[in-house]
């Protein structure tokens, strides 16, 4: 959080978000978010979308983390496996 903080109060990167926020892209976007927080059947629309998103994505994070331990376990039977003396 300090650190947060800290980035927060440099000047380069209150700068950078000055300029950005000038942006017209910017803009739109934040009218737009406004728009759709007005409607509630929009927002909550919009709230279940990210919602059934983020799901998604957990999911998807918990199947890379799987692929990645069985990665991690395979390469550990290998290293031992080439540790065991040859029978020759």
């Known amino acids: 959080m300090r650190e947060a903080q800290q980035m927060m109060q ?11 926020a000038q942006t017209n892209q910017f803009k739109q976007s934040i009218k737009k978010t406004k728009d759709i927080m007005k409607d509630p059947k929009k927002a909550e629309e919009m709230q279940k979308d990210m919602e059934a998103k983020l799901e998604e994505g957990q999911k998807k994070l918990a199947e890379l983390e799987k692929k990645e331990a069985a990665i991690k376990e395979e390469g550990e039977k290998g290293e031992g496996e080439d540790k065991k003396p040859s029978a020759n």
Request: aromatic share 10%.
């Open 10 to 20: 440099d000047p380069q990167f209150q700068a950078r978000m000055k300029q950005m």
